[in-house]
């Protein structure tokens, strides 16, 4: 079955600075990746997706790249802020076939 | 209120004991999943059902037991709890499919002593 590897597991950044996590799939028919954002306290919330047909989808500070050669996506966060500040977690899928198998996560610390 | 919404939030039982743990959604979503929480595990699924009466194992099944006789409803059951199912466990809700738009609850905090 499906493997997501996620790093970095732990993440610490200057308010301001950008943050990259990045994640590593093993099944080439995954072709679903979306990121969750965990608050302490509360369940996994989405903040952004991508599909296998496209290669980079942003929404404001958040985006998403994705290389399906290489079987790895990742999250980039620019002009963080400590808002941002949570546990972050990649998966994949085959759309629509499979649930999502997600990574270990990533806590991210954004220092004021 | 509409949501999805679990119980208990805390629970501590004793090695052994049977325990239950109830997961609620309003929006008649077809698929429901659970999910566990671990320190350097992440999120691993246990069980999933795409409707009523229909459900399917996850990565880590084993010791659990789920049923949904309602459509709004997924609970699940720890037979025989043991210490390793300490944990934080999730249910999700999906509209559509297997992997798009899950819409987590807030979680269940498990203590097994």
């Known amino acids: 079955g499906e493997n997501v590897e996620q790093h970095p597991s732990t993440l610490s950044v200057q308010e301001g600075d950008s943050a990259v996590i990045k994640c590593t799939y093993s099944?080439?028919?995954?072709?679903?990746f979306p990121w969750y954002k965990q608050e302490l306290g509360k369940g996994p919330q989405l903040i952004i997706d991508i599909r296998s047909n496209v290669g980079e989808k942003k929404d404001q500070r958040i985006a998403v790249t994705l290389n399906k050669t290489a079987k790895h996506f990742s999250l980039h966060i620019t002009e963080t802020q400590p808002e941002d500040s949570a546990v972050y977690f990649c998966a994949a899928s085959i759309s629509g076939n499979t649930p999502l198998v997600f990574g270990k996560g990533t806590r991210l610390s954004v220092i004021a | 209120d509409a949501g999805i919404t679990q119980s208990p939030r805390y629970k501590i039982t004793e090695t052994g004991r049977q325990v239950t743990l109830m997961c609620h959604q309003t929006w008649s979503h077809s698929y429901m999943f659970w999910y566990r929480q671990d320190l350097g595990h992440g999120l691993r699924l246990i069980y999933y059902?795409?409707?009523?009466?229909?459900?399917d194992k996850g990565e880590v099944p084993d010791g659990y037991v789920v049923s949904r006789s309602k459509t709004e409803n997924f609970p699940l059951t720890l037979e025989s709890a043991t210490r390793s199912q300490t944990s934080v466990y999730f249910c999700a809700s999906s509209e559509s499919d297997r992997s798009y738009g899950y819409t987590f609850g807030s979680g269940t905090r498990l203590t097994v002593v």
């Open positions: 059902s795409a409707a009523a009466d229909i459900t």
């Open positions: 099944d080439s028919a995954s072709n679903y």
